[in-house]
């Protein structure tokens, strides 16, 4: 430590700096964060490089300053603080607190006067200054035995301004950088100098006259006679400019230079703002809990079980399931671990599986496990004939919840998104790919310890962030309890016609080969259809269409381009088709003929629960939401999904529209709730409202434009989207887009209302609090910032409707029950609510599923609901 150094830094420059030098960040609570952390940053390579004996971070106490008096329009014009960074100078303040720096700010000041003064003096009592800003102004200072730090580029590159430094960069001595503002003024302080007068020519005026006061004495000696009649004209402005621009260093400041001396951080004040913020790569840097955990890392203690005893369980416990196949499935358990009061301890699958006291305890709902993907843990223990009970936590779904932007692949993931560095990641402990390896049992047992351990240590930390988001409620009523019915629904899987889709395929080649006989016949030559290569060719310089897009490789001929050629030739309606029908017969009827199990004909889809950040439900193996039913032969697939029993028959149900009555009820939007509540064709009803036109005079060319508007308004559509869908110009489609927002007020209001929230807060939620970070909302990247505000718009919707159906599906399933019937719920698709039953329940599902998907939740228009059975899924529509 440089035993009389002091760094004075301008709090607010710096602050602005980094909060525009970064992306907008939030941590897991919403709080923007992008400000604090570079603040944080460049206080770390403070400390670092000139490891200060004093230090000192300066703030404007207010708008409102001293020199407000001599020029009113001091600092106009300056744009307002953005919400986003004001709400985070109490935290800047808070981490100065826990850094042990001293902070000053003097009422009617600016933080340049404090610097100013305590500058002066330090160089008075023997030490050396530095002094940190992003602020030029600062350069006046400059001295001896005070260097001027201004940031350039954000907070990372830095410029050093010494009275050399001054010299060989402007001419002049810091001492006159004031009498240079004087006369080129400062835009960023609206300090006005002398119209017409730059820095140039500033320059080139002080070096010849040497200063403000000498140049305005000689005016006559000037050169040039439009710039002397600039300098009789404005002379008493120049003056009060250079007065404006002067740093005081006599203001009344009360704090001591002693009483900015740096004895080093508090480190758990600062390892617990650190949590908060979610700084958690930075925690390593202070020590944090690091040594803890390291320590952990180094001689855990558990215990192997022997036996299964009494000893291993408790009242609560957290409960970790090895399964590493990525289909679980079909999957070995590789083991267990479990922590709670009595120990830790890892289990061998063997044991466990063949022992009654663990399936009791298992299965005992009084006995309360915290677990990782409780939907996981609950499937792969129902192959061994345990129905895992009494789930009090699930660590994967309440991270998601919090942030569903985090990615999250395993335990590790999310212990280290909390500051839990004790763990290693999966794919490092049992590697990838062929290198993919289960250790020995003794290593293997110490990685599941630590992954319960994990699940004990953060349950409380997650479960008060999701109190604090309001999202318990979300959590515990809803994501929990829908975890276990998408267990039943993958254990119990769906029914495949094998024999239908066998037929199917074999059809689908007969076609395929019907369709590249016919392409090859109108290119005059065979040739390779998947090769884009070679397709180029033939489109491109046999055929002569032209080439809208061109690739490294050659001429692209991706959908959008094909698209666009469709009218040119016939032969792209083939091409476009025959991909279409070689995707269904890879993607679908291999697909599932893949992934069927050959013992009971069943397919057993995985929903995936927490990866969408709209909150909506996605499979996989096989993907069960995107089979392209606007396709014949893709509608056809759903033939081939029969019911388990005979006798039995699949009953679909969805929801009509869900997503614009989820649209009427958040805008509040009267005539589109009056629409909904008397049962109106609301694409009709938007026609003739955006046409003026009466019902009778709607055709089916405005209904289609009005529909299209109506769902694109969902997404937040842009006038070129709506051209591309509706072949219009994008003239037409923004004015139609007008025109629809004028019919319905409330959702324009809404759509300004939700991006300017956005924006406030970085996220956007739904009905029932589950919440969309959206950092570039503020992005200066023009399609990163539309992107966020369209989603600013969809998500509310999108993802309130997500959270209707799964209310319904859990009420469905308490519904089932209560009334003692057979049905059970087989799928969900985007809306719709897919189930097998006998024949004689089809009188009572018809009354009971709508009426308990149409009460999921109250919204101030009726949610409706279809409904259809038959023999297969593709006649239950």
Same mark, same amino acid.
């Not at 970070?773 to 992005?779: A, F, G, M, Q, V």
């Given at each position: 430590?440089?035993?009389?150094?002091?760094?004075?830094?301008?709090?607010?420059?710096?602050?602005?700096?980094?909060?525009?030098?970064?992306?907008?960040?939030?941590?897991?609570?919403?709080?923007?964060?992008?400000?604090?952390?570079?603040?944080?940053?460049?206080?770390?390579?403070?400390?670092?490089?000139?490891?200060?004996?004093?230090?000192?971070?300066?703030? =404007?106490?207010?708008?409102?300053?001293?020199?407000?008096?001599?020029?009113?329009?001091?600092?106009?014009?300056?744009?307002?603080?953005?919400?986003?960074?004001?709400?985070?100078?109490?935290?800047?303040?808070?981490?100065?607190?826990?850094?042990?720096?001293?902070?000053?700010?003097?009422?009617?000041?600016?933080?340049?006067?404090?610097?100013?003064?305590?500058?002066?003096? /330090?160089?008075?009592?023997?030490?050396?200054?530095?002094?940190?800003?992003?602020?030029?102004?600062?350069?006046?200072?400059?001295?001896?035995?005070?260097?001027?730090?201004?940031?350039?580029?954000?907070?990372?590159?830095?410029?050093?301004?010494?009275?050399?430094?001054?010299?060989?960069?402007?001419?002049?001595?810091?001492?006159?950088?004031?009498?240079?503002?004087?006369?080129?003024?400062?835009?960023?302080?609206?300090?006005?100098?002398?119209?017409? *007068?730059?820095?140039?020519?500033?320059?080139?005026?002080?070096?010849?006259?040497?200063?403000?006061?000498?140049?305005?004495?000689?005016? =006559?000696?000037?050169?040039?006679?439009?710039?002397?009649?600039?300098?009789?004209?404005?002379?008493?402005? /120049?003056?009060?400019?250079?007065?404006?621009?002067?740093?005081?260093?006599? #203001?009344?400041?009360?704090?001591?230079?002693?009483?900015? /001396?740096?004895?080093?951080?508090?480190?758990?004040?600062?390892?617990?703002?650190?949590?908060?913020?979610?700084?958690?790569?930075?925690?390593?840097?202070?020590?944090? @809990?690091?040594?803890?955990?390291?320590?952990?890392?180094?001689?855990?203690?558990?215990?192997?079980?022997?036996?299964?005893?009494?000893?291993?369980?408790?009242?609560?416990?957290?409960?970790?399931?090895?399964?590493?196949?990525?289909?679980?499935?079909?999957? =070995?358990?590789?083991?267990?671990?479990? *922590?709670?009061?009595?120990?830790?301890?890892?289990?061998? #699958?063997?044991?466990?599986?063949?022992?009654?006291?663990?399936?009791?305890?298992?299965?005992?709902?009084?006995?309360?496990?915290?677990?990782?993907?409780?939907?996981?843990?609950?499937?792969?223990?129902?192959?061994?004939?345990?129905?895992?009970?009494?789930?009090?936590?699930?660590?994967?779904?309440?991270?998601?919840?919090?942030?569903?932007?985090?990615?999250?692949?395993?335990?590790?993931?999310?212990?280290?998104?909390?500051?839990?560095?004790?763990?290693?990641? =999966?794919?490092?402990?049992?590697?990838?790919?062929?290198?993919?390896?289960?250790?020995?049992?003794?290593?293997?047992?110490?990685?599941?310890?630590?992954?319960?351990?994990?699940?004990?240590?953060?349950?409380?930390?997650?479960?008060?962030?999701?109190?604090k988001n309001q999202q318990a409620e979300l959590f515990y009523d809803l994501e929990l309890p829908l975890s276990l019915i998408l267990a039943d629904m993958e254990s119990m899987g769906i029914k495949l016609d094998l024999g239908r889709i066998q037929n199917m395929g074999t059809e689908l080649l007969e076609k395929l080969s019907a369709i590249e006989s016919r392409i090859h016949e109108l290119a005059g030559e065979a040739f390779n259809i998947n090769s884009?290569?070679?397709?180029?060719?033939?489109?491109?310089?046999?055929?002569?269409?032209?080439?809208?897009?061109?690739?490294?490789?050659?001429?692209?001929?991706?959908?959008?381009?094909?698209?666009?050629?469709?009218?040119?030739?016939?032969?792209?309606?083939?091409?476009?088709? !025959?991909?279409?029908?070689?995707?269904?017969?890879?993607?679908?009827?291999?697909?599932?003929?893949?992934?069927?199990?050959?013992?009971? @004909?069943?397919?057993?889809?995985?929903?995936?629960?927490?990866?969408?950040?709209?909150?909506?439900?996605?499979?996989?193996?096989?993907?069960?939401?995107?089979?392209?039913?606007?396709?014949?032969?893709?509608?056809?697939?759903?033939?081939?999904?029969?019911?388990?029993?005979?006798?039995?028959?699949?009953?679909? #149900?969805? !929801?009509?529209?869900i997503e614009l009555r989820v649209l009427a009820h958040i805008a509040g939007d009267e005539k589109l709730i009056s629409a909904f509540k008397e049962d109106l064709d609301i694409h009709t009803k938007t026609a003739m409202e955006v046409f003026h036109v009466d019902k009778d005079e709607v055709t089916s060319n405005m209904r289609r434009h009005a529909k299209a508007v109506n769902f694109g308004i969902v997404y937040g559509i842009s006038d070129y989207g709506?051209?591309?869908?509706?072949?219009?110009?994008?003239?037409?489609?923004?004015?139609?887009?007008?025109?629809?927002?004028?019919?319905?007020?409330?959702?324009?209001?809404?759509?300004?209302?939700?991006?300017?929230?956005?924006?406030?807060?970085?996220?956007?939620?739904?009905?029932?609090?589950?919440?969309?970070?959206?950092?570039?909302?503020?992005?200066?990247?023009?399609?990163?910032?539309?992107?966020?505000?369209?989603?600013?718009?969809?998500?509310?919707?999108?993802?309130?409707? #997500?959270?209707?159906?799964?209310?319904?599906?859990?009420?469905?399933? @308490?519904?089932?029950?209560?009334?003692?019937?057979? /049905?059970?719920?087989?799928?969900?698709?985007?809306?719709?609510?897919?189930?097998?039953?006998?024949?004689?329940?089809?009188?009572?599902?018809e009354g009971i599923v709508p009426d308990v998907m149409e009460h999921a939740v109250e919204l101030n228009v009726p949610l409706k609901v279809d409904y259809s059975y038959g023999p297969t899924w593709f006649d239950a529509k």
């Open positions: 430590m440089n035993e009389k150094k002091l760094v004075l830094i301008d709090g607010n420059s710096i602050a602005y700096r980094a909060f525009f030098a970064l992306p907008l960040l939030n941590n897991d609570k919403g709080i923007h964060t992008n400000a604090v952390y570079g603040f944080t940053m460049m206080l770390m390579r403070i400390l670092e490089d000139e490891n200060p004996s004093h230090i000192l971070v300066a703030f =404007d106490a207010g708008k409102t300053t001293f020199r407000h008096k001599t020029f009113t329009e001091y600092k106009g014009g300056r744009q307002k603080t953005p919400p986003e960074l004001s709400e985070q100078f109490p935290f800047i303040r808070e981490l100065l607190d826990a850094y042990g720096i001293s902070r000053y700010e003097l009422e009617n000041y600016e933080a340049d006067d404090i610097i100013g003064t305590l500058s002066l003096q /330090a160089e008075k009592d023997g030490f050396e200054v530095k002094v940190i800003s992003g602020d030029k102004d600062l350069t006046q200072l400059s001295s001896d035995h005070t260097t001027v730090s201004i940031t350039k580029k954000g907070i990372t590159e830095i410029e050093e301004y010494t009275p050399e430094h001054i010299k060989e960069k402007y001419g002049i001595t810091a001492e006159r950088i004031i009498d240079m503002k004087g006369l080129m003024g400062d835009s960023s302080d609206n300090i006005p100098g002398v119209p017409g *007068v730059g820095e140039k020519t500033a320059l080139k005026l002080l070096k010849e006259f040497g200063t403000l006061e000498n140049l305005l004495q000689s005016i =006559d000696e000037v050169s040039g006679n439009k710039l002397k009649e600039k300098l009789v004209e404005f002379k008493a402005q /120049a003056i009060m400019s250079k007065e404006l621009a002067t740093i005081l260093r006599e #203001a009344p400041v009360e704090i001591t230079i002693s009483e900015s /001396a740096y004895d080093g951080f508090e480190q758990e004040k600062l390892v617990n703002l650190f949590k908060e913020l979610g700084f958690n790569s930075l925690l390593e840097k202070i020590g944090g @809990d690091i040594e803890a955990e390291e320590q952990i890392l180094e001689d855990i203690e558990f215990s192997v079980a022997e036996e299964i005893t009494d000893e291993l369980f408790a009242d609560e416990s957290a409960f970790y399931v090895e399964v590493l196949e990525d289909n679980y499935h079909y999957a =070995d358990i590789l083991g267990f671990a479990i *922590v709670n009061s009595n120990g830790r301890y890892f289990i061998s #699958a063997e044991k466990a599986l063949n022992s009654e006291k663990f399936k009791k305890w298992a299965e005992d709902e009084a006995k309360k496990k915290v677990v990782y993907d409780a939907k996981k843990s609950e499937v792969s223990l129902r192959h061994h004939g345990i129905h895992l009970k009494g789930i009090s936590f699930d660590l994967l779904l309440a991270s998601y919840i919090i942030n569903p932007s985090e990615a999250i692949d395993d335990v590790a993931s999310v212990a280290k998104s909390h500051g839990y560095t004790f763990l290693q990641p =999966d794919d490092a402990f049992y590697g990838k790919g062929a290198k993919r390896r289960v250790p020995e049992d003794g290593v293997l047992a110490e990685h599941l310890v630590r992954k319960a351990v994990a699940l004990s240590a953060l349950e409380s930390k997650l479960d008060e962030g999701l109190r884009p290569k070679q397709l180029g060719v033939i489109l491109f310089e046999k055929i002569g269409l032209p080439a809208i897009k061109k690739t490294k490789t050659g001429y692209s001929t991706s959908a959008d381009v094909l698209e666009k050629l469709e009218s040119e030739h016939e032969i792209i309606r083939e091409i476009l088709h !025959y991909r279409q029908l070689g995707k269904l017969q890879s993607t679908y009827i291999e697909g599932l003929l893949k992934v069927v199990n050959k013992e009971t @004909d069943k397919v057993h889809t995985r929903f995936n629960q927490a990866l969408t950040q709209t909150g909506r439900l996605s499979s996989t193996d096989p993907n069960m939401q995107n089979i392209p039913i606007r396709l014949e032969e893709g509608r056809k697939i759903r033939q081939a999904f029969v019911p388990s029993e005979k006798d039995w028959v699949i009953f679909a #149900a969805d !929801y009509s529209q709506l051209s591309q869908s509706l072949g219009i110009t994008r003239k037409e489609a923004g004015q139609f887009i007008d025109r629809y927002l004028k019919s319905y007020p409330g959702v324009r209001q809404y759509m300004d209302d939700i991006v300017q929230e956005a924006k406030q807060k970085g996220y956007v939620s739904t009905l029932l609090h589950r919440r969309r970070y959206l950092p570039e909302i503020t992005s200066r990247n023009f399609n990163l910032r539309s992107f966020a505000e369209r989603t600013a718009m969809n998500t509310p919707i999108q993802g309130s409707a #997500a959270d209707i159906i799964k209310k319904a599906m859990i009420d469905m399933a @308490d519904r089932l029950q209560s009334e003692n019937l057979q /049905a059970k719920l087989l799928l969900q698709v985007h809306d719709e609510l897919i189930f097998e039953a006998p024949k004689d329940e089809i009188k009572i599902l």
